[in-house]
């Protein structure tokens, strides 16, 4: 199995900040990532695929990077709609999702 | 526009097997490329993929699971059925079915609201 880190668990930031979230895979899963976003109570939803891919109707502050093992989502100018808690998910040998990111203000 | 819904009793005892339907429309299991599966949730915590069923009836499961888990699809009605057999409190949780985004990538573009699924006794 592919196992997914993130870092950090908690990030606290404010309206305006640029912010950035990594996950690590325990090996190469080339560009094979996505990211979702998930508020409380709701279902997640995709923002980037193919590691840097903005999913349609995904505003353009975010912004993903990386391959290999490495990856990056950055939040270019946080908005206050953009306080949830953040996946990545592996997509190159079946699938599986990192922790979560919770960004706090 | 892709909609899909997720329905199941809301407890299950220990033991007994959980049968989850996920009714879709804005597209069809019909059409090649096409596919559903189901991610889970329990509360607090990272989601776990669990399950997908393509076009052509192909069927992927997670290893960890897949002795348990059985994915199926009426395309007569929309739906896409799983089962989960062996149900334990550990298996606790939120279950959402979603739209596979690309044919034969696990990513998923569109997600049902999920529907919650407790073990208990």
Redesign the interface.
């Known amino acids: 199995d592919i196992q997914m880190t993130q870092s950090p668990s908690t990030l606290s930031a404010s309206v305006g900040d640029r912010v950035s979230i990594t996950c690590r895979a325990s090996q190469s899963i080339s560009n094979w990532l996505a990211w979702y976003q998930q508020k409380p109570g709701k279902a997640p939803r995709l923002l980037i695929y193919k590691a840097s891919t903005l999913e349609s109707g995904v505003p353009s502050r975010f912004s993903g990077s990386g391959s290999g093992t490495e990856f990056t989502l950055t939040i270019s100018s946080l908005q206050p709609d953009d306080y949830a808690t953040y996946y990545c998910q592996q997509y190159n040998t079946y699938s599986s999702f990192g922790p979560g990111t919770k960004m706090d203000i | 526009q892709i909609t899909l819904k997720e329905s199941g009793p809301a407890v299950v005892e220990p033991t007994q097997t959980l049968t989850l339907t996920c009714t879709f429309s804005g597209f069809s299991l019909n059409t090649r490329g096409a596919g559903v599966g189901w991610?889970r949730q329990p509360p607090g915590k990272?989601?776990?993929?669990l399950a997908l069923i393509y076009w052509d009836d192909d069927k992927?499961y997670?290893?960890?699971l897949k002795s348990r888990l059985t994915i199926t699809k009426d395309t007569s009605k929309n739906q896409v059925v799983l089962t989960m057999t062996n149900m334990d409190p550990v298996d606790t949780g939120t279950y959402?079915c979603?739209h596979q985004?690309?044919m034969g990538?696990?990513?998923?573009?569109v997600?049902?609201?999920?529907t919650t699924v407790t073990v208990s006794s």
Do not use: F, H, T, V
Request: no cysteine.
């Open positions: 991610i990272a989601l776990e993929w992927r997670s290893p960890s959402y979603a985004a690309q990538y696990y990513y998923m573009d997600w049902g609201k999920g």
